[in-house]
């Protein structure tokens, strides 16, 4: 090996008073060389590369260089390699990837019959003991696992009781109009979010973003209405000017966010580890992740220096999530803050294009996805060490057994049946199987006569169909939130102690949520040209209908069809106040309770 002297200008020790540069050669070993200049106008160092003499490999076998000269020449020349061949083969992944995706049919030509596939007593049994992972539920959760599962080799079988298989991205026809029961926006959708739904969906899944004022915050008591944008700035300099939020509390609610976000994503990523891994990481996790990430939302903002008026405009969606900020732990608000930073996206073909997307790709990799095939109980039996382990699920008399596991996404209450009191339906698993999970969410103290974990708030969906587009009637891409006032807590507290579903009417429930879905999906008008729909949801406690639970749908008493009567008049007029146009076109509705949803 050969080298190169290499020539720098240097800084020299002492301040020269003549008007010539002056120039020092320096040899620092046999093979380099530094040439040396000092300028006179120069009193600080500034080196100056001239020639850098990198070695220069020749190939003389008997002229072996040293043993750490050869190591950095090496690990110089490796490092560009590694980047080089790494980058080469994600972009031919990527290219691969494209490719194979762009023969695939696109979200609106997969037929709608792919969520719709049932399978017979015949299929249960051949099924049996040739799948690794049961799936119990067909919901995003579900689909998304048995995507991944799928795409890593697993054999998969997904069961949905319902008709039509997809949760709350399945949507329903009703008299020529089309409806989407739960996803009315999404947000977070960086790079990150469309690369994961193009993984899950073989990029056959498009998305559009809805207008760019995505949100309107409507206080029913005040009449204030705010505007929220794509532009994430925007909107704080909004609330700013609103409700005089001081750039300290703006300081501290940035910081405390980051710390709520910080220990939320720690305790999440441990989840994913083997519990002996949580067990012995959460002493050291347990003190930081309670207070910054489960104090109440109302208490941390207040510790911002945040008025009442000003966290009830920060909380409007707490809707998102359905827990008021008295209730809600700060990491779910310190998520929710910048989800929706750039807008909204819906996706396009409507709600049931994930769920269509899903399935397919699932049944792609040879996985299967069923409707109306009800699990009636999670198999288990008990292992050597003493445990309980999932060996199959048992769906219309027929146990269908599995080579791995099972995954449920019925929820926590219908999995392990914990209402004490009583349930006219059984868990999935056995009560005494399922004991030491429930005993995670319980008080000990209380336990087993008290559950920690209750149902959630149900809704009223009032669904609309009109015979204009979205065009003709200048229905806009976004939501409207209709709050009953600033103060959600009360709101909230006085909707858990309503004694009457009447008090669920647009002026008393908390909120409303007004959604022009048709207008939100360009390729509406191509399946139902001249039509438009909208949505108003609310919320009220199950409890309240559930002297008409054990009754037919269509055979349910005057009171209860006088009632709905009552409540779709309501909210019609919560409708027509934020969009007045609407009046003398709206041909069809239909409300649905918590009974029929």
């Known amino acids: 090996m050969q080298w190169e002297p290499y020539h720098a200008s240097l800084p020299h020790p002492e301040k020269s008073s003549c008007n010539k540069s002056r120039t020092d050669k320096i040899i620092c070993s046999p093979r380099e060389t530094i040439i040396t200049e000092t300028h006179p106008l120069c009193h600080n160092s500034i080196i100056i590369m001239e020639k850098v003499a990198f070695p220069i490999l020749n190939y003389n076998i008997w002229n072996f260089p040293s043993a750490a000269n050869s190591f950095q020449t090496i690990l110089k020349a490796l ?22 995706n762009a023969k695939l049919p696109k979200y609106d030509a997969i037929p709608s019959s792919t969520v719709k596939h049932v399978a017979s007593k015949d299929v249960l049994r051949n099924l049996s003991g040739k799948i690794d992972v049961a799936i119990v539920g067909s919901g995003i959760g579900a689909l998304s696992n048995a995507v991944c599962l799928a795409r890593q080799g697993f054999k998969v079988a997904v069961f949905e009781q319902n008709e039509t298989v997809g949760g709350c991205t399945h949507t329903f026809e009703k008299e020529g109009y089309e409806f989407d029961v739960g996803v009315h926006y999404v947000g977070g959708f960086g790079p990150m979010v469309r690369k994961m739904y193009d993984e899950l969906s073989d990029g056959q899944l498009r998305w559009t973003k809805l207008d760019r004022v995505y949100d309107v915050i409507y206080n029913g008591k005040t009449k204030e209405r705010i505007e929220m944008t794509d532009d994430y ?61 489960l104090r109440p939302t109302r208490d941390v903002l207040k510790e911002c220096g945040m008025s009442s008026k000003a966290i009830g405009a920060l909380t409007y969606h707490y809707g998102d999530h359905g827990v008021p900020p008295h209730r809600c732990p700060f990491f779910m608000t310190a998520l929710l803050d910048t989800h929706y930073k750039g807008g909204g996206f819906f996706p396009r073909g409507g709600s049931r294009s994930i769920a269509k997307c899903f399935t397919a790709s699932i049944e792609r990799r040879g996985g299967y996805v069923y409707a109306l095939s009800p699990v009636e109980e999670i198999l288990t039996k008990k292992t050597f060490l003493g445990a ?23 929820g926590v209450l219908r999995t392990f049946g914990l209402d004490s009191a009583g349930s006219d339906q059984a868990p999935l698993i056995n009560f005494k199987v399922g004991a030491a999970q429930r005993a995670l969410l319980h008080n000990k103290k209380s336990y087993p006569t008290i559950d920690a974990v209750t149902p959630c708030m149900s ?106 009567e009552r409540l779709t008049e309501s909210y019609l007029d919560a409708f027509y106040l934020h969009f007045p146009q609407a009046k003398g076109h709206v041909v069809f509705t239909s409300l649905g309770t918590p009974l029929t949803m």
């Open 388 to 410: 309980h382990a999932a060996v199959g699920v048992r769906i219309r008399g027929v146990d269908v057994m599995v080579k791995k596991c099972v995954i449920s996404d019925a």
């Open 459 to 564: 809704d009223l969906s009032l669904f609309i169909g009109l015979d204009r587009t979205d065009a003709q009637l200048n229905l806009p891409a976004q939501n409207i939130w209709h709050l009953h006032d600033w103060d959600h807590d009360s709101a909230w507290k006085a909707a858990m102690n309503g004694a009457s579903p009447l008090d669920s009417t647009a002026d008393k429930t908390p909120f409303l949520f007004i959604s022009n879905e048709s207008a939100k999906d360009p390729d509406f008008c191509l399946r139902h040209p001249g039509k438009s729909t909208s949505e108003v949801f609310a919320l009220v406690k199950y409890s309240l209908f559930e002297k008409w639970a054990h009754t037919e749908h269509e055979s349910r008493d005057k009171e209860y069809l006088e009632l709905k």
């Open 233 to 293: 700035d925007e909107n704080r300099k909004k609330l700013t000017h609103h409700f005089g939020v001081t750039a300290e509390s703006w300081r501290l609610f940035d910081r405390k966010k980051t710390c709520a976000k910080f220990w939320s994503l720690v305790v999440f990523q441990l989840k994913l580890w083997h519990p002996i891994v949580l067990r012995i990481a959460w002493p050291f996790v347990v003190v930081p992740y309670r207070h910054y990430a």
């Open 79 to 100: 490092i560009p390699i590694f980047f080089i061949v790494t980058a080469y083969f994600i972009l031919i992944q990527g290219a691969r990837s494209r490719h194979n």
